[in-house]
């Protein structure tokens, strides 16, 4: 593939000379203004063509030389993303010559990076509206509708707690695990989802912390459960788990506060795999930060998958001015959305993740 920039003064003079450079296969990558030394507005743009390379035979192996190890496996789904972007470019060059001419879709494609959409997936947004429309181009209103409709397809959403009775079980209660790195808020959305069940759904609940590492977590769980007058149990074994769960019995839940450490060190994952490990009727939350940067979140969700996480807890929406941001792993790993975090009240701010909510995040009231 070739890739190469050009700046003109005005956009027909710079694919004219696209045209002329790379052929009329050539597809835009981006386009944008610029100022020349002169202080004028240009326009530039960056295109590509696909053009083979001549190859080369494959390099017999050194003798006595041992095999080279396998590549860690996110920096292969990397590269596969890559791979799949450039594709995605070669062969969509109408929807891109669309994407940059057409007012309407120009301006919708740019809110949606600037609300925190990474490109692929609003391009790939895009191009699945845009195939449905007429050359001339879908209205304003035309491109919001059908934005709306694939957001509402794609978006899964769920409520662990629809089922959940009011009333006391015999048997051992359900385990509910909160997931996450360091620093996201796991231990105040429990909080907040315990006084929601306590307070407003009168159930009975127990609470049960596996984070004796971080100093003062211990603390200030057990402040929340003094106030909401709920039990907490301290484990940090399988049995020590089992054996608290058994001390519960008779609630119609049990909320699991676990460390918080740096999810980059394998470790951390394999203890808790192994504190899990048999044990029944879990569900795990994966609570998230809406402030991480798209690549950590991907990491993130990455190393905690063979947890089994059942749906994603997104905090600090308030914190951030791209909010769109959450539905960039949603989309890419196609987990639901349980909750979303929007502030630091108990339990006000943690609210139900509906997809009129999301369609606010990318266009806030009177906007």
């Avoid at 789904?77 to 940059?100: C, P, W």
């Avoid at 997104?314 to 960039?328: M, V």
Wanted: charged share 25%; with cysteine; glycine share 6%.
């Amino acid at each position: 593939m070739q890739v190469k920039t050009f700046v003109a003064p005005t956009m027909p003079q710079a694919l004219e000379w696209v045209r002329r450079e790379l052929g009329p296969d050539a597809v835009l990558l981006g386009t944008r203004k610029v100022k020349d030394p002169e202080g004028k507005t240009c326009i530039e743009i960056t295109a590509a063509v696909d053009r083979e390379t001549p190859s080369t035979p494959p390099r017999a192996p050194a003798p006595n030389t041992f095999p080279a190890p396998p590549q860690d496996s996110i920096l292969q789904e990397q590269l596969e993303d890559i791979r799949g972007m450039l594709s995605l470019l070669l062969s969509a060059k109408d929807t891109f010559v669309r994407l940059h001419g057409q007012e309407a879709v120009s301006d919708l494609y740019q809110h949606l990076l600037l609300r925190g959409l990474n490109e692929k997936t609003a391009f790939t947004l895009l191009e699945n509206i845009l195939a449905t429309c007429s050359k001339e181009g879908p209205t304003k209103s035309q491109l919001l509708d059908a934005l709306s409709r694939q957001l509402n397809d794609r978006v899964g959403l769920t409520d662990p707690f629809a089922r959940l009775e009011k009333a006391a079980v015999e048997g051992s209660p359900r385990l509910y695990v909160f997931l996450g790195p360091t620093g996201v808020g796991k231990t105040t959305t429990l909080a907040k989802i315990a006084a929601y069940l306590k307070l407003k759904k009168k159930m009975p609940i127990g609470l049960i912390s596996l984070d004796t590492y971080r100093i003062g977590a211990l603390d200030q769980l057990k402040t929340y459960a003094d106030i909401l007058g709920v039990p907490l149990k301290v484990a940090q074994t399988r049995l020590e788990l089992l054996s608290a769960r058994e001390a519960l019995k008779g609630c119609s839940a049990v909320l699991v506060d676990t460390t918080g450490r740096n999810y980059l060190n394998g470790s951390s994952i394999q203890d808790l795999q192994e504190i899990f490990r048999d044990v029944d009727d879990v569900s795990h939350f994966l609570v998230l930060s809406a402030t991480a940067k798209d690549e950590d979140l991907r990491h993130v969700i990455q190393r905690f998958r063979p947890l089994g996480p059942e749906s994603l807890i997104f905090t600090k929406i308030d914190e951030t001015l791209t909010p769109g941001t959450i539905l960039n792993p949603v989309l890419r790993f196609a987990y639901p959305l349980s909750y979303l975090g929007v502030g630091q009240r108990v339990p006000e701010d943690l609210v139900r993740a509906t997809h009129k909510r999301i369609w606010g995040f990318f266009f806030p009231r009177g906007h």
